[in-house]
């Protein structure tokens, strides 16, 4: 009895235990067939503490591009073909894909043999099979395999391709823009459209790009964030400008641009635009873009400070007598300072400190073209007819009229004849007649005076009220440089209205308000000859 119980027993227990078997594997089986669970993908993210992101297999073997294949089309064949092996993911979906690749960026064509190859952004994918055994999952052997192979990352920015260029004119160039068949490598952007600079820029400066959406539309500047590079390239040399409020990528310097006209992957067309050479593709040996040539720079002296120089250091000066802004050094004056003159002049030829709006261009009177700066002629200095060297200043105080240029004159000189509001020539003594007098303007070459009635730091006209005092304005620009020939210690400031006003031996000095035009000194007969002299060097002190 007892036996037959532990039979009956024994059979309970394994029907119970079959019956919980089959219960465990049918929810396992439905856990399984859940909306919730993903496949396992066919195409993953791998990381590389060198390599950053790259595509791999499901089992992560390494994916490939070859710069071969500008086009898109796989031109791996023959041995290469066995050591680098296509890819095929057939029936690819978004649930295949690792997380943050799209579906849409994937396709897939047929090689010269009639297989099927997977694409990523129109490039063929391949495995690398050196000797024809594939390397293992996460190797990674292949990268930069004669700099034409490189693992297939999902955030280039730039990758190379080797190709034939091919103008818009139908013609083969080699990578010297002269007609020929030869593989240029060159930079592209993710997809394999082709990138260019332009002959004409400078170092991080667009010369090309203006507000002309037509104009602009034939080279697109390229935009694109730097992510991911080939291993070959130093991301360092990348940067950005700013372009018509976008942010321009540069190589070396170079501003980088598609060409519109390159409608198809892998078309190259814009070499030959509008000549060949002018547009040249990116390549990795490019030379560094060269600085905008500068025209005019500020080089220094330990005795005269900082003054105006041309692109060579070939020092400019004013001349006194040029009051009025013409070029009044003719004859043998001409010859010994010769005329500056820089044609087209733009803000990046100037040092940084340098305003484009201070300097403009006169003819003289022989018909030449001279630049001006503040109004003032600039000319170099040549004694004997030979110019003198680079950073050389001996032309300084010659005469007591000539002097070096400086951005930061608060006195000039300058060297005229005086005429008054009444239209009448004075002398120095503010008697009538004939003669240049030598007396002080402001950096722009407008006169300033003295009041007969002032006192020593002491302002006895200016009132505050403004229609007053608009007749003899104060001048009170802050001191900075002045002419060698002056003593600066003999400048000083008093409080006027606020205002600081300049005093020269005590004396405070003044604009004339109907002094309209550069080189006006009509206030020497206003209200009567010498009541209002003009502010010069051997002006005496001024009294208590």
Not at 28 to 33: T, V
Not at 157 to 176: C, R
Not at 393 to 408: I, L, N, P, R, S
Not at 475 to 481: G, V
């Amino acid at each position: 009895m007892k036996s037959k119980n532990k039979l009956l027993n024994r059979s309970y227990q394994l029907a119970v235990f079959t019956y919980m078997l089959i219960f465990i594997l049918a929810v396992s089986c439905d856990n399984n067939n859940t909306s919730d669970q993903k496949p396992t993908g066919q195409i993953k993210i791998a990381t590389s503490s060198t390599l950053g992101n790259y595509l791999t297999d499901s089992e992560g073997n390494t994916l490939y591009f070859f710069t071969l294949d500008a086009a898109g089309a796989n031109t791996c064949t023959g041995g290469c073909a066995t050591a680098w092996p296509i890819f095929y993911a057939e029936d690819l979906t978004q649930d295949l894909l690792a997380t943050g690749l799209s579906l849409a960026d994937f396709g897939t064509i047929t090689t010269a043999a009639g297989k099927e190859q997977t694409t990523y952004k129109g490039w063929p994918l391949y495995y690398y099979a050196p000797g024809g055994v594939r390397e293992l999952p996460n190797e990674t052997k292949g990268e930069a395999a004669g700099t034409v192979w490189y693992v297939a990352k999902p955030d280039y920015t730039i990758m190379l391709v080797s190709a034939q260029l091919v103008g818009l004119d139908g013609k083969n160039y080699k990578d010297d823009y002269t007609e020929g068949a030869a593989v240029t490598q060159y930079f592209t952007d993710a997809k394999g459209r082709t990138l260019y600079t332009f002959m004409y820029d400078n170092k991080n400066k667009n010369n090309y790009t203006t507000d002309d959406a037509a104009h602009n539309a034939s080279w697109p500047i390229y935009t694109e964030t730097l992510a991911s590079v080939p291993s070959t390239l130093d991301k360092s040399l990348f940067g950005t400008i700013d372009v018509s409020g976008e942010k321009q990528l540069t190589y070396k310097g170079w501003p980088i641009y598609y060409f519109g006209a390159d409608t198809q992957r892998g078309e190259n067309k814009g070499v030959s635009v509008p000549s060949p050479g002018v547009w040249p593709v990116v390549e990795a040996g490019i030379s560094e873009a060269q600085e905008v040539e500068k025209k005019i720079k500020i080089v220094s002296s330990t005795t005269l400070g900082k003054y105006l120089s041309d692109g060579d250091s070939n020092t400019l000066y004013f001349f006194a007598k040029d009051s009025k802004g013409a070029n009044t050094c003719t004859g043998g004056c001409a010859t010994a300072w010769p005329i500056y003159y820089v044609e087209n002049l733009t803000q990046d030829q100037l040092a940084s400190d340098l305003s484009l709006a201070d300097f403009g261009t006169i003819t003289t009177a022989g018909g030449d073209k001279q630049t001006t700066y503040k109004g003032w002629p600039l000319y170099y200095y040549a004694p004997g007819g030979v110019r003198e060297l680079p950073n050389e200043t001996k032309g300084e105080a010659v005469g007591t009229v000539w002097y070096v240029a400086k951005a930061d004159y608060t006195i000039m000189f300058a060297n005229a004849q005086l005429i008054g509001a009444d239209g009448k020539h004075y002398k120095a003594d503010y008697t009538e007649g004939d003669g240049n007098v030598q007396y002080f303007t402001d950096a722009e070459g407008r006169t300033l005076y003295t009041f007969t009635y002032d006192k020593k730091n002491k302002n006895n006209f200016t009132t505050g009220e403004a229609t007053h005092d608009a007749n003899w304005p104060i001048f009170a620009d802050d001191l900075a440089s002045v002419p060698s020939t002056l003593d600066k210690s003999l400048f000083g400031t008093i409080d006027v209205s606020g205002k600081k006003q300049l005093t020269y031996n005590g004396w405070p000095i003044y604009y004339f308000g109907a002094d309209t035009q550069r080189g006006d000194n009509k206030g020497v007969s206003v209200p009567s000859p010498g009541i209002w002299p003009v502010a010069a060097k051997n002006t005496s002190v001024a009294p208590e």
